[in-house]
């Protein structure tokens, strides 16, 4: 598989669908859900939809990836919008999830940090993908 056009149409938001998939096919949809979910709507989106649900899959990705620096980023950007610690469940991540125009204010800095690719994630992920293990 290719990254990113073949993980266009997996349907990530389905978590039954999610779990079915390989390991590697996994750690490829939370990239695409990371990047996804920033490259619209910030980590404002990436926290209050869907997607919010896994970011410790997203975390666990981006270590397996070997993007440290994306890591830490994203790390900061939970720090804000989940000052007292992303929730044991994430199924709780909305109701967690500290919102309000400041902490907007705080992520909109870490948004355009992400959104320069200071790692190169669809490489990164390509090159995981090829790995034989």
């Known amino acids: 598989m290719l990254y990113p056009q073949d993980f266009d149409d997996i349907p990530m938001w389905d978590r039954t669908q999610f779990d079915r998939l390989p390991s590697k096919s996994?750690?490829?949809c939370c990239i695409h859900m990371l990047e996804a979910a920033v490259n619209h709507d910030g980590f404002d989106g990436l926290f209050s939809g869907y997607s919010g649900a896994y970011?410790?899959?997203?975390?666990?990705?981006?270590r397996q990836i070997g993007a440290p620096y994306t890591h830490a980023l994203v790390e900061r950007a939970i720090a804000v919008a989940y000052?007292?610690?992303?929730p044991e469940d994430p199924a709780e991540h909305q109701d967690e999830l500290s919102y309000s125009d400041e902490v907007s204010e705080a992520l909109d800095p870490l948004d355009r940090d992400f959104q320069r690719y200071p790692e190169p994630l669809p490489d990164l992920v390509n090159a995981y993908l090829a790995r034989d293990t």
């Open 26 to 28: 996994r750690v490829a």
């Open 55 to 62: 970011v410790p899959e997203i975390l666990s990705a981006l």
């Open 83 to 86: 000052p007292d610690g992303y």
